[in-house]
């Protein structure tokens, strides 16, 4: 069973940063080209916002238009 604690060794390739904290993540769909995504980590029983990232759309782009 995987869970925070323990990982696979050695790291993939692909894993460029492994944290051991547990949270959750929301998704805040803005408009109809951008989205919001950030994970919040539980730190002594208070939310942090840990990370987030912007998603946009490639539709949005007038170079993308066919």
């Known amino acids: 069973m995987l869970c925070a604690y323990n990982f696979i060794d050695p790291p993939l390739d692909i894993s460029y940063f ?3 904290s547990f ?3 929301t998704l ?3 408009n109809a080209s ?3 995504w950030t994970w919040i980590k539980n730190d002594d029983d208070k ?3 840990s990370e987030s990232l912007w ?3 490639l539709s949005s782009y007038s170079a993308c238009k066919v």
């Open 34 to 36: 951008h989205a919001l």
């Open 55 to 57: 998603f946009t759309s």
């Open 18 to 20: 492994r944290e051991r």
């Open 47 to 49: 939310p942090v916002i």
């Open 28 to 30: 805040k769909v803005v």
């Open 23 to 25: 949270g959750h993540g």
